[in-house]
């Protein structure tokens, strides 16, 4: 009984609001984010090694480049949607190499409170949560963002290292500390333009002596 009842659901789901591709709108016949030719369209982007001090570099992947069919589920945060967020963490497992990355705490790019708060989420946790669920590792708040800062794809790009710039904040007890050392460390966030929030965070990453930090971002705009 239950499950005719849910399968009438489903139908009545499929005829009242039929699926339909993100992108160009064309009609499916399974609830996917993409229709196959779109999804085609998602090309696969090289890593990027960026370093963080003088000496060290992480590797930041990325699903792709910042392109017309991902940057309405980027921008969906602008006006306090979260389905981007689930859409982005869902491509991020299916057609990167996240699964297979040495990972044992994930670490959303934090936003500042006054902005978490108007929004009501955080678009790089709500990715990093369900990836963590999909991994089975846990999502660890590590670094606070103290300082309110513009988008950084807002600004031109010689003032986005400024704008980021001690903007960061290692939020961890002492005592704490020797848990984390000797682990890996996956930071999460959903684009990258000239990479210096990621580099911030990361350095105040380092100061737990992990064993290794690397990043993964849907987008990545260099």
């Keep these: 009984m239950v499950s005719l009842i849910t399968s009438i659901g489903n139908l009545l789901k499929f005829i009242l609001a039929p699926p339909r591709c993100s992108f160009c709108k064309k009609q499916l016949y ?13 090309k696969p982007i090289a890593s990027h ?4 001090t003088k000496r ?21 945060k602008r006006v306090n949607n979260a389905m981007g967020s689930y859409d982005l963490a869902q491509l991020i497992w299916d057609r990167t190499q996240f699964r ?4 044992d705490y994930i670490v959303p790019v934090p936003l500042h409170w006054t902005r978490k708060m108007r929004r009501g989420f955080n678009q790089a946790e709500e990715i990093g949560l ?6 089975r590792v846990s999502i660890c708040q590590l ?4 300082k309110k800062t513009c988008y950084q794809a807002d600004l031109p790009v010689k003032q986005r290292a400024q ?26 966030d959903d684009l990258m333009t000239t990479g210096n929030t ?15 930090i690397s990043a993964f971002v849907a987008c990545r705009a260099i």
Aim: proline share 3%; aromatic share 10%.
């Design 100 to 103: 297979n990355i040495s990972c």
């Design 143 to 146: 670094v606070t963002r103290f």
């Design 130 to 135: 369900f990836l963590a669920k999909k991994r």
């Design 30 to 42: 399974e609830r996917t984010i993409f229709c196959s030719h779109c999804l085609d369209n998602i």
């Design 56 to 76: 060290k570099h992480i590797i930041v992947h990325a699903l792709s480049s910042y392109n017309p069919l991902l940057r309405p589920l980027i921008l969906q």
């Design 163 to 188: 704008n980021v710039s001690e903007a960061f904040q290692l939020q961890c007890r002492e005592q704490d500390k020797s848990q984390y050392r000797g682990k890996h460390f996956v930071i999460i």
């Design 49 to 52: 090694k960026l370093y963080i």
């Design 198 to 212: 990621l580099k911030f965070v990361a350095q105040e990453l380092l100061k737990l002596k992990p064993a290794s």
